[in-house]
């Protein structure tokens, strides 16, 4: 593809792994630099290497997305090394404790509305002063299936998801006179690192090894797809790539599913 993207600077929040990672990875392709934070200084320096072996178009802050003071120091690092800011994508997300209701503590629910809502907060807060001076300016946020179509599982991870779902919306009326583009993606089952906890997790209630509880859970949850697959980061990426660029001009406060059919309704 060649979406236009050259010259402008990407901020893609949780990019070391998974989603973040590919649509990072896509993004250098189409000519972006792109700004990748998260908590793992050695998981940052091996996504730079496998994406831009060079280090010309991709810079590594480690930040935790749920602290105000170091997501405000990210923006002075953007600031301070490109001067602007064109795209900011709200990737950054998961639970610390999976459970059902009864299952989780306060804490739990805490952490998962600071993570997956609050750090999209900050992250925006801070991006505002600058993406009203780009031509091109778009928030993009990273949301799921569950925030539409929750299961039986998680309710504070998928009550999350849906605030940020909300929370696009609000932003993309708020912020439409400045000409700020503002969508949510909702993302349908994806290998990732939450993926991952989740297996291990499966196998320690199943009581069955993690080779054979990923076999078991890939069935499952292909089962319930109509494309008969998990996804992947790449899947998602290309989504993204177009969100951020002059090909979508017209489109803000939409919410767009990415999940093979999964999801059960038309919206």
Not at 112 to 120: C, D, H, R
Request: charged share 20%; aromatic share 6%; with cysteine.
């Amino acid at each position: 593809m060649n979406l236009g993207l050259k010259g402008r600077v990407a901020i893609i929040s949780g990019g070391n792994k998974g989603i973040g990672k590919a649509i990072a990875k896509l993004l250098v392709q189409e000519g972006a630099s792109v700004v990748i934070c998260a908590r793992g200084l050695e998981s940052l320096r091996a996504v730079r290497k496998e994406i831009d072996p060079g280090g010309r178009h991709v810079v590594l802050i480690a930040a935790d997305a749920t602290k105000p003071a170091q997501v405000r120091s990210v923006f002075n690092m953007v600031l301070k090394r490109f001067g602007k800011l064109d795209i900011l994508v709200n990737n950054v997300g998961g639970a610390s404790n999976f459970g059902n209701f009864l299952d989780l503590s306060d804490k739990d629910w805490q952490e998962a509305f600071k993570l997956n809502v609050m750090s999209a907060v900050y992250f925006t807060r801070h991006a505002l002063s600058l993406l009203k001076k780009s031509k091109s300016p778009r928030i993009i946020n990273i949301s799921s299936i569950s925030g539409v179509q929750p299961g039986f599982y998680n309710p504070h991870y998928t009550t999350a998801k849906a605030a940020v779902i909300n929370l696009s919306k609000y932003l993309a009326n708020q912020f439409a006179s400045n000409k700020i583009l503002v969508n949510v993606v909702c993302a349908g089952p994806v290998h990732s690192h939450s993926w991952d906890r989740n297996i291990q997790r499966i196998s320690e209630i199943r009581k069955i090894s993690v080779s054979e509880a990923r076999i078991q859970i890939e069935a499952e949850e292909a089962a319930k797809i109509p494309l008969g697959r998990v996804g992947e980061g790449c899947d998602v990426a290309g989504l993204i790539a177009f969100l951020a660029s002059d090909q979508a001009s017209w489109i803000t406060g939409s919410c767009f599913h990415i999940n093979g059919g999964k999801l059960h309704s038309i919206n």
